[in-house]
């Protein structure tokens, strides 16, 4: 059987065939399990079974097979003595290995710790998905009162300053189509909600390379962030966050051209690596 390999998997002649055919045929019971898994994430706190069935939609005879199947493989921890669910460990260990199979993360890492170091402030490297922004490292500042943003955690574009970094140089139309799709719902009295004024908003980001959070998305909490590009496409943001009692606006000015600096350095490494975007982030 004649094999090929792309991005460093293997496929078949086989394969190929089934791909152009039934491939693209979805399971509606893996699409029920995955929506299962994220009500638990969004709500927080552990649910029933019969709240499970009243968020997910979901008859109770199927609902019962669904969470004993995610129970016994670990993606779903169910207390015994509440009988509630939770998000399993088994998710922990496989987001831990997406974050070490990025090659962005090894590549940045090094710079977040310089950031931290010379800030005292949490730094983070985020990028775009599915019209939001996502934290996918970060490196945690030694300050008992620090922002902590979880790996994995997604986050508004239009009210982050790593979001407006990721919006800023995609074109007007595709930033309408993320916003029509996503929304920009107010989260705090700081927030832009008018697309218009978003707008105006990232033509600046263009013209600074930089962008601001002066809690836009949360109450006390500020940020200075800065795109990475690889070539001509912005890829990537970093950023770094804390609590707007130490980042006053004198702190913010001091922060902003190392920020840059450092993005800039990022940029400059991949450029210099001479890799394409989908090798740097997917393994």
């Avoid at 898994?37 to 097979?65: C, H, M, V, W």
Wanted: charged residues 25%.
């Amino acid at each position: 059987m004649t094999n090929y390999i792309q991005y460093g998997i293997i496929y078949s002649k086989r394969y190929e065939t089934l791909k152009r055919g039934k491939m693209n045929e979805r399971v509606p019971v893996l699409e029920k399990a995955l929506s299962i898994l994220e009500i638990i994430e969004e709500d927080n706190n552990p649910l029933t079974i019969n709240q499970l069935a009243k968020l997910s939609g979901t008859p109770l005879s199927s609902l019962y097979r669904i969470m004993n199947t995610l129970t016994e493989t670990g993606f779903v921890s169910k207390d015994p003595v509440t009988r509630t669910y939770s998000l399993g460990l088994k998710l922990l260990y496989l987001g831990n290995r997406v974050k070490h199979q990025l090659p962005l993360v090894k590549i940045v890492k090094p710079f977040l710790e310089e950031l931290t170091e010379k800030t005292g402030e949490t730094s983070n490297l985020v990028v775009e998905e599915r019209g939001e922004a996502v934290y996918v490292e970060r490196v945690d500042s030694l300050n008992p009162l620090r922002i902590t943003h979880m790996i994995g955690k997604r986050a508004p574009l239009h009210a982050t300053g790593v979001g407006k970094c990721l919006l800023a140089w995609k074109s007007t139309q595709e930033i309408v189509r993320i916003i029509d799709k996503v929304g920009m719902p107010k989260l705090t009295s700081n927030t832009i909600t008018n697309l218009n004024n978003l707008l105006k908003e990232l033509q600046r980001v263009r013209e600074r390379k930089y962008a601001l959070d002066l809690e836009e998305c949360e109450a006390g909490i500020c940020c200075v962030s800065a795109p990475i590009f690889l070539g001509e496409e912005v890829i990537a943001a970093i950023s770094i966050s804390g609590p707007s009692v130490r980042l006053t606006e004198e702190k913010i000015e001091e922060y902003i051209p190392l920020v840059c600096k450092v993005a800039q350095e990022i940029s400059s490494m991949l450029k210099g690596e001479d890799i394409k975007k989908k090798e740097v982030l997917v393994r």
